[in-house]
């Protein structure tokens, strides 16, 4: 524990010192990932999703620094998420909350979408573990919220819960509901004959034909 305390407070001198300080976030759409425009090497990008961009350091691989765009709200609120989901195997950890990103527990693995993208098999055993843990964190007063297949990964097998900023949500999503139905009724009948790459393109032209279908939906 105390090497790990060391190695957190060393980490965050890097963040604040090095990281934030060459590091450029825009927000150009509300609903469409962040754009990152310039970052310090040796410093890794993980990914981006609508609020905020990932990032990690060789040094400090079992770490992520999770940044928010300039004006995009939600830090606060996912730092309470992790503060009430504690310590649970299918989620990240936080370690600090800084006045613009969190450091987390770094989870390792391969989401779902690139899964399909890449012909990698998912399994049945990642999609219940991944319904218990959205099971669990209702347990602890939260309710799930855009669990989808950039959201979620797969590790030896076993489902990961990577994003949680919209857990404090109450409003009902059907995301997770959706995709499990296409799964089981698309997926596995496919997967179980034969394995095959799907085009990012495709996938993308998937997931915005699924955006449409869904503000449709609710009118």
Not at 45 to 52: F, M, V
Not at 197 to 217: A, D, F, S, T
Request: with cysteine; proline share 6%; aromatic share 10%.
């Amino acid at each position: 524990m105390p090497r790990e305390k060391e190695e957190i407070e060393q980490l965050l001198e890097r963040v604040t010192g090095e990281l934030l300080d060459h590091l450029l976030i825009e927000s150009i759409q509300q609903n469409e990932p962040v754009k990152v425009r310039k970052f310090p090497k040796p410093w890794l990008l993980l990914g981006a999703g609508n609020y905020a961009a990932v990032f990690s350091h060789p040094s400090y691989a079992g770490y992520a620094v999770k940044v928010y765009a300039p004006g995009r709200p939600g830090l606060e609120e996912e730092a309470e998420v992790y503060r009430r989901l504690g310590n649970h195997h299918s989620y990240s950890e936080c370690y600090h909350e800084g006045p613009n990103f969190l450091l987390l527990k770094r989870l390792n693995g391969v989401t779902i979408y690139n899964c399909i993208k890449r012909g990698i098999p998912i399994t049945d055993q990642a999609i219940e573990d991944i319904d218990f843990a959205l099971d669990y964190a209702r347990t602890r007063g939260l309710q799930p919220h855009d669990v989808h297949g950039k959201n979620v990964m797969i590790l030896g097998g076993r489902g990961l819960i990577v994003d949680v900023s919209d857990f404090l949500k109450q409003e009902d999503c059907r995301m997770w509901k959706d995709f499990k139905k296409a799964y089981y009724r698309l997926y596995r009948p496919v997967a179980s004959r034969w394995m095959f790459p799907v085009p990012g393109r495709v996938l993308e032209i998937v997931r915005k034909g699924y955006q449409i279908w869904r503000r449709h939906r609710k009118r």
